[in-house]
Each structure stands twice: as structure tokens, then as C-alpha cells.
């Protein structure tokens, strides 16, 4: 069984910064792809950006390309979402995934664990 614990949400002024991380509780690691998924209210869950196990490969969605980065460590077995130029737009609660796969998946589907969230607010 994996556990993902999120970490380093809050509140922002527009234009702000944050950085949110996620460890992962499972001895095998690199056999998962990670990713971030975020959630507003009233709105389905989205994917924001996603790696490669190695770490090697991105993906990012149109809205957070450019200002966020994901990356890993795989000897820390933690996954870091930095977010930039942060935008009201960006308010949701953000969750983190792991996927026992080698593709990373822009649905929600084929997502084997998911974090508790954590609540980032971006004040205008």
C-alpha cells in the first residue's frame, strides 16, 4: 500500500509564489509515474503536470505551462510542484498521484493513489 502526503499549500497574493510537495510511503518509487491533479469547487479534477519515473519526461497542461515545474527525488521519494506567477484562477485544492505505469496519464483514470489534498489560495 502507497501513501502520498501533501504538504505546502496556503494563501498567496496574485503574482506569488508557492511550492507543494508530496512523499511517497512505498519502497518501490521509480517503478511509479507521479503527477498533480487540482480541483476548484463546482469543477471536476484536473490534471495539472505529471513526470516520468526516471524524471526525465514532463507534461503539463496549457494552463499551468510556463509557470509551473514539476521534478523528483527519487533517493528523497518526494515529487515538488513549483508554482509561479500564480493567478485567483489557480485556487483549488491540489492533489498528488501516483501511477504504476509508464505513461502519464492527463485523466484522472489509471491513477493508482491519490493524496488527501492540500488547499492552495491565490488571493486577487
Known amino acids: 500500500q502507497v501513501q502520498l502526503v501533501e504538504s505546502g499549500g496556503g494563501l498567496v497574493q496574485a503574482g506569488g509564489s508557492l511550492r507543494l510537495s508530496c512523499a511517497h510511503s512505498g519502497r518501490t518509487f521509480t517503478n511509479y509515474v507521479m503527477g498533480w491533479f487540482r480541483q476548484a469547487p463546482g469543477k471536476e479534477r484536473a490534471f495539472v503536470a505529471g513526470i516520468s519515473r526516471s524524471g526525465g519526461g514532463t507534461r503539463y497542461s496549457d494552463s499551468s505551462k510556463g509557470r509551473f515545474t514539476i521534478s523528483r527525488d527519487n533517493a528523497k521519494k518526494t515529487v515538488t510542484l513549483q508554482m509561479n506567477s500564480l493567478k485567483p484562477e489557480d485556487t483549488a485544492v491540489y492533489y498528488c498521484?501516483?501511477?504504476?505505469?509508464?505513461?502519464?496519464?492527463?485523466?484522472?483514470?489509471?491513477?493508482?493513489?491519490w493524496g488527501q489534498g492540500t488547499q492552495v489560495t491565490v488571493s486577487s
Open positions: 498521484a501516483a501511477g504504476n505505469t509508464n505513461v502519464v496519464e492527463t485523466t484522472t483514470r489509471n491513477w493508482d493513489y
